[in-house]
């Protein structure tokens, strides 16, 4: 699908398979949200730029590549989004952090922002947008609104779950965001949630039903 990086490592596929199982426990749920949003990190940044800088190894100096420029931002969105934040901090510990708080109103399906906090050289960094579960597409174009407004320019957006319907939305709003997901799913039901799906994260994260 254009836009659309399918990450199918066998890794990210079968952490995928028991976040499915409605019978893996909180904890379980949680820790391979953790996994699975270290091993997606790795794939959206493995085309940052290098540049080279001389380093002396106990034996002798040499040439040796660095990340170049400004570091990244990482934008996680509502409780989700929180689910991958700590995994991808493992590699990018010193990634900023934009907090987007939105949820969906459960009537309506519209995303509602209850808070947004962010830094304030966004212009130079690359934002990833941790969305995991991009079933209408709403609260991601929401979301990069927001931080476009606040001057984000380059922007990624990270997914576990993405429907075709939310794609084609994210792309008609923003066609330069390019995403990055574990799996396309089928579609949503009546109320919002990815079928087959994982059910509501915040409530398999969080223990709150
Ligand atoms: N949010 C969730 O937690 N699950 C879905 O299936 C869709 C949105």
């Given at each position: 699908m254009d836009g659309v990086t399918v990450v199918n490592h066998p890794l990210v596929q079968h952490k995928l398979t028991l976040l499915r199982d409605?019978?893996?426990?909180t904890k379980v749920f949680r820790e391979l949200f953790n996994e699975i949003g270290t091993l997606l990190c790795y794939e959206v940044t493995r085309d940052l730029p290098l540049e080279m800088i001389e380093v002396e190894t106990p034996l002798a100096k040499m040439k040796s590549p660095i990340l170049s420029g400004k570091k990244l931002v990482l934008a996680p969105v509502g409780r989700a989004g929180n689910g991958f934040l700590d995994g991808m901090r493992n590699l990018l510990p010193s990634a900023r952090v934009a907090h987007v708080g939105l949820y969906r109103?459960?009537?309506?399906l519209v995303a509602v922002e209850y808070f947004f906090k962010a830094p304030d050289?966004?212009?130079?960094r690359l934002t990833l947008v941790l969305h995991p579960m991009l079933a209408t597409g709403n609260s991601a174009v929401a979301a990069i609104d927001r931080l476009k407004e606040h001057a984000a320019k380059n922007v990624r957006i990270v997914c576990l779950l993405v429907t075709r319907r939310a794609v084609d939305k994210v792309r008609a709003h923003h066609p330069d965001v390019h995403i990055w997901t574990a799996a396309i799913d089928d579609d949503i039901d009546e109320r919002g949630?990815?079928?087959?799906?994982?059910?509501d994260v915040g409530d398999r994260m969080y223990g709150t039903r």
């Open positions: 409605k019978t893996s426990s109103d459960p009537r309506t050289d966004m212009a130079d949630y990815i079928v087959p799906g994982i059910g």
